[in-house]
């Protein structure tokens, strides 16, 4: 994509037993409610900030993407501005990451041309993984994911990013600051729905509308 962002529609299409092809229309009003996540974590999903504050860099190692986010194995998230970033920490003896994970494939394989979906492998860190990354790197083949993961070596990661709970998602525009930060699960409806305020919240030039994503 060129440097200025393509704003042509796009949508995510929910998954039916029907398989349909017709995109939905949606518009999402007010206010992001939190939904309680129930797994064997307990995770609450809590809104842990917003705003306009400019997102830390990070240095990635990727286990596979590697052409989505320009080509090469080792990037920083900074390389990553100029087209907006869902930026998801993860790990790979996490339960509800591993929940949600097959949701944010569905989301990638909509809107992979418009926003960047990044995860990153912080087990090490949190006590839910080992820093081999073999197990990172099955969950993703068996959970048959191919949107760009990796994982850090930077300890003060969880620091950085103010990382209390897990998995912990960041909504960051294109411009690299942090427009939504969310801890716990994330479905489809909730990343179209922080997705789409995003959108909206940055705004277009040329008065030429985004189409709403939906999920059904």
């Known amino acids: 994509m060129s440097k200025r962002r393509s704003k042509r529609r796009v949508s995510v299409a929910a998954r039916s037993g029907t398989q349909t092809k017709q995109r ?12 309680v996540v129930v797994v064997a974590l307990a995770v609450v999903l809590v809104t842990l900030g917003s705003g306009t504050a400019t997102a830390a860099d990070l240095r ?23 087209k907006p970033l869902i930026l998801n ?13 097959p949701g944010f494939q569905q989301f990638y394989n ?10 990153v492998d912080v087990g090490p860190f949190t006590g839910f993984g080992d820093s081999s990354h073999q197990e990172a790197e099955t969950l993703l083949r068996n959970l048959g994911a ?6 850090t070596t930077d300890s003060s990661t969880p620091r950085r990013f103010r990382i209390t709970g897990m998995p912990t998602t960041l909504f960051i525009n294109s411009a690299g600051e942090i427009f939504e ?3 716990g699960g994330l479905s489809p409806r909730d990343l179209a729905r922080f997705t789409n305020a995003m959108l909206a919240a940055e705004g277009n030039p040329h008065d030429e509308p985004h189409e709403h994503i939906d999920t059904g």
């Open 181 to 183: 930060k969310r801890s």
């Open 146 to 151: 191919t949107y760009p993961a990796g994982f």
């Open 89 to 101: 920490f993860w790990a790979a003896l996490c339960p509800p990451c591993r929940a949600e994970m």
């Open 110 to 119: 909509e809107v992979k041309d418009d926003v960047t979906l990044l995860g």
């Open 24 to 35: 939905k229309w949606l518009m999402y009003g007010g206010a992001a409610i939190a939904t």
């Open 60 to 82: 990635v190692s990727m286990y596979q993407g590697v052409a989505e986010v320009g080509g090469a194995r080792q990037i920083n998230i900074s390389s990553l501005h100029g």
